[in-house]
Structure formats: structure tokens, C-alpha cells
DNA sequence: GTCTATAGAGTGATAGAC
DNA sequence: GTCTATCACTCTATAGAC
């Protein structure tokens, strides 16, 4: 892996240039309304430029969900940040809509193991699933969570619920995904998970 | 809604074959790697017919997703094919891969409320909540669910834990998601709601 | 290693013929 | 109402210049 200084420094530096202005473009006009060449020319290069550092479009795309990874980590620190990745569905705000709608496609696509985008999902998902699972047994050690639980089993479903609940509150009407949730940990933690 | 013999019977006829042929060809190779000129070929007409009954190719595919639903219900008739829709993507087989992962790109860009498709998923969840929480009522009726249940929300919180276990499972490493289905149900209806 | 020029395939939009 | 011809745009692939 180059580092800045390294052999790759230029190479680096505009694929970072370009998830950057990737990450921005389909945050206020959504990926649909985002072209390749948008892009090049916010990061001030040329659309062939682009397809020498990414094969394709949706390459791109996938480095700029990582790109807002990153952002939150730096700004969140590393755990903070594998807890705010998996709320990044259900936070508000068209910058987050125009995100989510793209973190919902590609993970729809990344189905297909073949599809580019499948490692990152998942990885996400390891990493989010251990954080979580974690975080019950902390909650078993301070007796609020039975032991009885299994942590694994109950990290998986309700990281599962929670994947299908915002996917499905962005597909619309409206319902209260907040307090769902919450009857939901409690069913599957018990009553005193969230106390 | 002009019917077989109304004054539409023609194109009626051509978005029906368009829509089998897409089916078709979308089980068989996958959808990126259909062509509308493939699905034109197959249902006999010309690519520029195609763009006139059908605004874009996503439509096309959106139509193909209602046909496999139409197939499902005359096949096991309505409600059996409300049920069998949940389990689309548990469906194994190169036949239901393929036409799974065109479920699960369409699902997730059916966020966007503006997307075409987002109409299709929003009644075909709405029909499939409807019947999970009848069957729940069903259960308490029999004594085997408690009354205390909220039938709604345990509908709700169940239909989206499967839609989730489910994209994650497609999105591989490969995990045991009978057992945590079945682990869920009994977690939040009871232990003898499968008995 | 980095970038450009260019050609090709696929998609989407339009005007007009039947 | 149905279909065709045609064009513009975006994305992809490749060969080669710097």
C-alpha cells in the first residue's frame, strides 16, 4: 500500500481529488444526475483521466461511499464511526438522501458477488455486526442484557431489521422507525437493553 | 385499465411479450448482461419499439419484476403468491439468483420515491405486511401467538429482519438464515409460533 | 506511471411515417 | 395508436503519447 510519499504519490492524490468530488456531486444532485464529466471537471481533469484511475463509473461511486466512511471516522473516531455508518440510512437531510440513495442501490447490487461493490458491503457488514455484538456483552457484564442471549445471533437480526427498516421507510410512507427500533431491541435484548 | 379485447389490445400485447421476454432473458444471463436489442430480438420486434411502450429499460425490468409476481399468483393463487414474493430472495437456483439480484438493485433504488419502481415495492410491501399480520392474528385466534403481540409492529419488524438477513446473505459469506429466522420468530411471536 | 485521443456500444429523446 | 429512423449523450475499451 503507497503512501503519499510513495511511487503512487500523483495517482493517490487524484483518485483521492476525485471520490472527493464524487462524494459531493451525488450529495446535492444525487448519482443519477451526476456524469462522469461532472466530475472530472469539478476535480479539474478530464473524463478519460477518470477512467484510467477507475474502471467504471460505479467504481467510483463505491470509492465515494467509502469516502464519507472516512470522513465520519476521522471525525468520530473509529468506533463512533462503525456506529454512525450503520444509522447513515436513517439520518436526515438531503445531503444524507442523495447518499443513502446511493448506499441503498449499490448494496441492492452488491447481491451479486461478482459486483465490485460486494467486498466493501462486506466488510461494512463484518464490522458493524462485531461492534454491535460487542456492545451486548458489555450490556451482559453490567447485567442489563441476560445471558441467556446469544450476542452473535442478536447482533445479526437486528443489524438485519434495522437494514430492511430504513430501506423500507425510504421506499415510503412514512412510519416511526425510531420507536420500532426500540421495541424491537427491547423484544430481543429484553426490557432493560436500553435503560 | 383497457383489457384484452379494449382498445389497447395490441400494445397490451407487446408490453406482455416484452415483459416475458425480459423475464426471460434476465433469469437466463443476468440483467446487466441483457440488452434491450436482446429483449427486442426475443420478443420479436425492433429496439425502437421497445422505447415506445417502455420510457427506459428500467421500466422494462420493473415490468418483468410484476411478471414473475403475476406467474407466482396464477400459479399458487393470490395469497400463496404474497407469501412465496417474501421468500423471492431465499430462492435458490441460477434461474432466481439472477432474477433476485435484479430484485435487490431495483429494491434499493426504489429509496428514491421518484424512482419508477418505487410504486411497485411500496404496495408490494404494504400486501405483504397485510398478510403476515393476518396470519399473526391467526395464531393468537389458535392460542399458540400471546394477545399481548402487537400483530402490526411484530409483522413489520419480522418481514424487515427476512428482507435484510436476506440482501445479506446474497452478499455472501454464506450463514445459516433458516435458523435465524426461525430463532427471530420465536424470539418476538413465542416459542410456540412455529409449533 | 500517468494521461490523452479516439472509436465503439448501449441508452434515451425526437420527429415524423404508417 | 403504433411504429420507425435518426441523433445526442454517457459509459467503456484500447492504443499510444508523454
Same mark, same amino acid.
Given at each position: 500500500m503507497p503512501t503519499k510519499r510513495g511511487p503512487y504519490a500523483k495517482s493517490d492524490q487524484r483518485r483521492q481529488a476525485l471520490s472527493r468530488a464524487a462524494l459531493d456531486l451525488v450529495r446535492r444532485h444525487g448519482h443519477r444526475n451526476v456524469s462522469v464529466s461532472d466530475i472530472a471537471e469539478l476535480a479539474e481533469t478530464s473524463e478519460a483521466t477518470v477512467f484510467y484511475h477507475f474502471p467504471t463509473k460505479e467504481a467510483l461511486l463505491i470509492a465515494a461511499l467509502a469516502q464519507h466512511d472516512d470522513e465520519n471516522i476521522r471525525a468520530h473516531g473509529a468506533e463512533a464511526g462503525a456506529i454512525a455508518e450503520m444509522a447513515a440510512r436513517a439520518e436526515a437531510g438531503v445531503q444524507r438522501t442523495n447518499y443513502a440513495r446511493l448506499y441503498n442501490e449499490l448494496a441492492g447490487a452488491a &447481491? #451479486?458477488?461478482?459486483?465490485?461493490a460486494n467486498e466493501f458491503f462486506q466488510s461494512r457488514w463484518e464490522r458493524s455486526t462485531r461492534v454491535v455484538a460487542t456492545d451486548i456483552r458489555r450490556l451482559q457484564n453490567d447485567g442489563?442484557? &441476560?445471558?441467556?442471549? #446469544?450476542a452473535d445471533a442478536a447482533a445479526h437480526i437486528l443489524l438485519a431489521a434495522w437494514e430492511g427498516l430504513q430501506l423500507q421507510w425510504m421506499q415510503g410512507p412514512p412510519f416511526d422507525i425510531g420507536s420500532l427500533l426500540e421495541w424491537h431491541i427491547r423484544t430481543v435484548l429484553g426490557p432493560a437493553a436500553l435503560d
Open positions: &447481491a #451479486d458477488p461478482t459486483h465490485p442489563r442484557v &441476560a445471558e441467556s442471549v #446469544d
